[in-house]
């Protein structure tokens, strides 16, 4: 199956990143997974001010993946632009990078991007809509407010020619309205999904096992809510999606794709095994040939109003899409 695949108008050599948060900036996976199989990958989000993050302990297993609250922890706009974007520039060679920008504030998400925009070594920007762990917003994200989700988007995009992709939330009540204002607003395309607020509490003494209290669930228990963000974001926009939460394998994946996804990230399966991504990427292949599928981009132009690796300017009109068959 060919893997090869044209979305924001560039070449990726196959449709798996690493998802924010999960791979750091690249430099700290490259000991344990060579980076150069990935199509690309999302860096930690970047806030302006250096953050050390929460209280420990930060992450938490169970039965169906991961919670954590991290806090954002990462090294700022400066040291990001000093140290990461050049390692990635001089040692990243066929992957596509974007960098995660998390602002606490309107204002910051601009001034992340007219701080990062003159760099090299990145591809465009993952704006970070979707954090539930930031306390300074009282863990409610940008994401589940739609003036909000327009004001960022149409701000970042006045600041930037770079693709940018609005990254929301899998527990938004009204979903298609904030998938309709972000491509309105300019977005080039959309990830689905963040993490879904969730706790753990110790059996013993009924406390939260994270030292934030609640968190983010992530991992197998986050795929249906994944999934079926992407198939709802598919039906209300023609922009490319990201689809994220629970991937694990090449038939994860593929889900996926059936969804809508022209691209999909895995984050805690890496956790888990750093070399998931690049066996998740051999059995993608082998999963095209046992059934017969020539390549990704087939299965994704065959997913419900799919169409999804094009770079169509029209607004995607349904039932248009309907008649073309
Ligand atoms: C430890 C950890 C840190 C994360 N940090 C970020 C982050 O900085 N920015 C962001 O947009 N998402 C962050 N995420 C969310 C992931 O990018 C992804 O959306 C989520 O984990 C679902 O994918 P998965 O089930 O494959 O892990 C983080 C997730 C985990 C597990």
Same mark, same amino acid.
């Given at each position: 199956?060919r893997?090869?695949?044209?979305?924001?108008?560039?070449?990726?050599?196959?449709p798996?990143?690493?998802a924010?948060?999960?791979c750091?900036?690249? $430099?700290?996976? *490259?000991e344990v997974?060579?980076l #150069?199989?990935? =199509? /690309?990958?999302?860096t930690?989000?970047v806030t302006?001010? +250096?953050? $050390?993050g929460n *209280?420990?302990?930060?992450?938490? #297993?169970?039965? =169906? /993946?991961?919670?954590?609250?991290?806090g954002?922890?990462? +090294?700022? $706009?400066?040291?990001t632009?000093r140290?990461?974007?050049?390692w990635i520039r001089d040692n990243?060679?066929r992957?596509?990078?974007?960098v995660?920008?998390a602002?606490?504030t309107?204002?910051?998400?601009f001034?992340?991007v007219?701080?990062?925009?003159?760099?090299d070594?990145?591809?465009?920007?993952?704006?970070?809509l979707?954090?539930p762990?930031?306390?300074r917003r009282?863990?409610k994200?940008?994401?589940?407010d739609?003036?909000?989700?327009?004001?960022?988007i149409s701000?970042?995009?006045?600041r930037t020619?770079?693709p940018?992709?609005?990254?929301?939330?899998?527990?938004?009540s009204?979903?298609p309205r904030t998938?309709?204002?972000a491509t309105?607003?300019?977005?080039?395309?959309l990830?689905l999904v963040?993490?879904?607020p969730?706790v753990?509490l110790?059996v013993?003494?009924?406390?939260?096992e994270?030292?934030?209290?609640?968190?983010?669930i992530s991992?197998p228990?986050?795929?249906?809510?994944g999934?079926?963000?992407?198939?709802?974001?598919?039906?209300?926009?023609?922009l490319?999606?990201?689809g994220?939460?629970g991937?694990?394998?090449?038939?994860?994946a593929?889900?996926y794709?059936?969804a809508g996804?022209s691209l999909v990230?895995?984050?805690?399966?890496s956790f888990?095994?750093?070399r998931?991504a690049e066996?998740?990427i051999?059995g993608?292949?082998g999963?095209g040939?046992k059934?017969?599928?020539?390549a990704?981009?087939?299965?994704?132009s065959?997913?419900p109003g799919g169409?999804g690796?094009s770079?169509?300017?029209?607004?995607?009109?349904p039932?248009e899409s309907?008649?073309?068959?």
């Amino acid at each position: 199956m060919r893997l090869e695949t044209e979305v924001l108008g560039v070449r990726f050599q196959n449709p798996f990143f690493l998802a924010a948060g999960t791979c750091g900036f690249g $430099l700290e996976l *490259a000991e344990v997974l060579d980076l #150069e199989v990935l =199509g /690309g990958f999302v860096t930690k989000s970047v806030t302006l001010e +250096p953050r $050390l993050g929460n *209280a420990r302990p930060r992450v938490a #297993e169970f039965g =169906g /993946g991961m919670l954590n609250s991290i806090g954002l922890a990462n +090294p700022g $706009l400066e040291k990001t632009k000093r140290e990461k974007l050049p390692w990635i520039r001089d040692n990243v060679c066929r992957p596509r990078v974007l960098v995660s920008v998390a602002g606490h504030t309107v204002t910051e998400f601009f001034m992340l991007v007219e701080g990062l925009d003159s760099e090299d070594g990145f591809l465009g920007f993952e704006i970070n809509l979707s954090c539930p762990n930031d306390a300074r917003r009282g863990g409610k994200p940008f994401a589940l407010d739609p003036s909000a989700v327009a004001e960022i988007i149409s701000g970042c995009r006045m600041r930037t020619q770079r693709p940018l992709v609005a990254k929301l939330a899998p527990n938004d009540s009204d979903l298609p309205r904030t998938v309709r204002v972000a491509t309105e607003q300019g977005a080039d395309a959309l990830t689905l999904v963040n993490t879904l607020p969730g706790v753990l509490l110790n059996v013993s003494t009924g406390d939260p096992e994270l030292g934030a209290g609640d968190g983010g669930i992530s991992g197998p228990a986050l795929r249906p809510s994944g999934l079926r963000a992407v198939r709802e974001a598919r039906a209300n926009t023609h922009l490319p999606l990201f689809g994220v939460g629970g991937i694990l394998t090449a038939a994860d994946a593929v889900e996926y794709a059936h969804a809508g996804a022209s691209l999909v990230q895995m984050g805690t399966a890496s956790f888990a095994w750093p070399r998931a991504a690049e066996q998740a990427i051999e059995g993608l292949m082998g999963w095209g040939r046992k059934h017969q599928i020539g390549a990704w981009d087939d299965l994704v132009s065959k997913s419900p109003g799919g169409n999804g690796s094009s770079s169509r300017s029209e607004p995607f009109d349904p039932i248009e899409s309907a008649e073309e068959g």
